[in-house]
């Protein structure tokens, strides 16, 4: 097997709702004498997605209702960013000492339904998780195919935490081009043993892996992963949402 | 910032207890014209690091106690089987339709104890966790600086489901000269707000990143992280250990 590159993207400007994305990562690409290449993955931060997506909301605008000022009474919390919270949720899984972690109304399970404050970049914003993160990743997808003729698979990625352990790792919240599991089911190991682990989370890992060239504080939101041996197909990332009969620890 | 490059270590044979990993990684990557430079990170599969440390239990020499023989007739699952994953188990955490989650002695929740048949090279046989993955990944990473004078923190890693997501991925259960935390704790966006992610999971990120290239069917257990900035310090995996008093989903 051959190495994988982890390719930074740096240089792209803070983003405005109704920026193009394809086209300003093509660009930032071009300024440091990039391009896309066949066989390349791009990874997204979340808030850039958003942001050009529009997916913000003032506090200034924000009328708490009874549930958020019930919980920002027990929690000490701000009413005004619970209820924007609340509006993203599905369901609350736990509420514990000023602990929110919920199932956004895509299925997934994290804090404050993926809302932030950080790197939000204006006062009293903050920026929600996209739509439909999968149709976020196809657009952009679209838009590069479009600009360039490569057709790059996105995963668009966010910062959860897990259940229990320490830390918060980059995941995939939006594919668009690439399966979201690759599937051992049914293979044997070289002693004809079934594999143990049948479904490895190559999206997740895609987003783990770019992570590690992105960085928090320095508006670098992109990174390419060049080189992988990645399975055929398309899946979204729903895919990982586990079935509510299956979970255990709702 | 730059590149990173994830390197997959070919070429290392079926590994045995007694077996020197370090010398065998030396002498594997020199056979591809490589070898460990400064600013490397190794990551090693937990399995070949179990088995040089000969952490394997033959099923024939199980004799399965009262709650092994109760939860075989439960879930029809094998009694012998379950009596190792209970002897390497420090509590249940689930046991729902076969499905067995426990936390390790180690502190790790995890399905089986981390206990595995596939790969196992030997019919009927387990192989169980290191007892000190920590302590495997500093003996591998003294080996490696003994042998090169090249110091190449070393992360253990291990295949883990997570609580509602599908699929599995790459994690450290083992860290030796990384620490297991990037740390952003009162650290500031562009627009001063304090950052909400404020630790991220470095060396679990690294176990992500260089699944990769290793691959369940295919011996390559063993993978380079090349160009990584990382934090100075080291910490052990047990950092990610999520304390009793914070785990909200025992």
Redesign the interface.
Known sequence: ????????I?GLPEIKPGDDLAAMLIRALRASGRSFEVGDVLALAQKVVSKSEGRIRKLADVVPGAEALRMADESGKDPKNLQVVLDETARIV?W?RG?L?VETKHG??CA?AGV????????DTLILLPVDPDASAGRIREGIRKATGVDVPVVITD?FG??????????AIGISGLP??RR?IG?F?????????T????A???A??T???M??????PAAI?RG?TRPEGSETAR????PHDK???R
Chains 1, 2 share one sequence.
Do not use: C
């Open positions: 097997m051959s190495d994988v590159t982890l390719i930074p740096d736990r514990q602990v972690i997934f399970v404050n932030d404050h950080s790197n939000a970049g204006a006062p910062t897990r259940a229990w352990r320490e830390g918060h790792m980059n995941i979201a599991l051992y293979e190991d070289p002693d004809g043993y079934e594999l143990r682990v479904e490895i989370a190559i997740d890992e895609i783990a892996a992570e590690l060239v960085g928090k504080l320095d508006r670098r992963v992988l895919t990982y949402v586990r979970d255990m620890f």
